[in-house]
Nanobody
Framework: QVQLVDSGGGFVQAGGSLRLSCAAS????????VAWYRQPPGMQRELVAM???????YYLDSVKGRFTISGDDATNTMYLQMDSLKPEDTAVYYC?????????WGQGTQVTVSS
């Protein structure tokens, strides 16, 4: 069983930065991809950024140039650096990984951006 623990969320003013972390119980290299999703209040969960194991990182259009997904193989930790935050980035953020038919989610971390 893979466990993911999200952290790093908080309250920030527009234009500020946050770095989310996702600590995994296994190496992300054993997974097909790693990703961050978010769920704004009253809305569906959406894919924000994804790093496939053998491809180029994907970013939601609205976060391109502001968010960066990265990972640290030594600590099995995935990050989402979020800069120039906007109020519309307010959401619960979840890390996600998977292999084959198996998918795993973090518990979520709240990000609130004030105008």
């Amino acid at each position: 069983q893979v466990q993911l623990v999200d952290s790093g969320g908080g309250f920030v003013q527009a234009g500020g930065s946050l770095r989310l972390s996702c600590a995994a119980s296994v190496s992300f290299r054993s997974m097909d991809n790693v990703a961050w999703y978010r769920q704004p209040p009253g809305m569906q969960r959406e894919l924000v950024a994804m790093m496939p194991s053998d491809g180029i990182a994907y970013y939601l259009d609205s976060v391109k140039g502001r968010f960066t997904i990265s990972g640290d193989d030594a600590t099995n930790t995935m990050y989402l650096q979020m800069d120039s935050l906007k109020p519309e980035d307010t959401a619960v953020y979840y890390c996600h990984t998977g292999a084959g038919f198996y998918t795993y989610w973090g518990q979520g971390t709240q990000v609130t951006v004030s105008s």
